[in-house]
């Protein structure tokens, strides 16, 4: 899906970034959280993600 390589933490929030807005105006409900698997089925992450209320800032 991400047709370039993720290098910096800044790489990483700008891929997110562009993944929730496509999603959002795609009508794909986003809120919610998922595990995501290491190599081999290892443990790896728990991604959350919460809609901010109206004047939070953006990321």
């Not at 919610?32 to 209320?53: F, Q, S, Y």
């Amino acid at each position: 899906m991400c047709n370039s390589s993720i290098d910096s933490e800044q790489d990483f929030a700008e891929a997110l970034r562009s993944l929730v807005r496509e999603a959002d105006r795609n009508g794909v409900a986003i809120e919610g959280g998922w595990v995501v698997t290491g190599p081999d089925d290892a443990p790896g992450w728990d991604v959350e993600v919460v809609e901010l209320a109206s004047g939070d800032d953006e990321a």
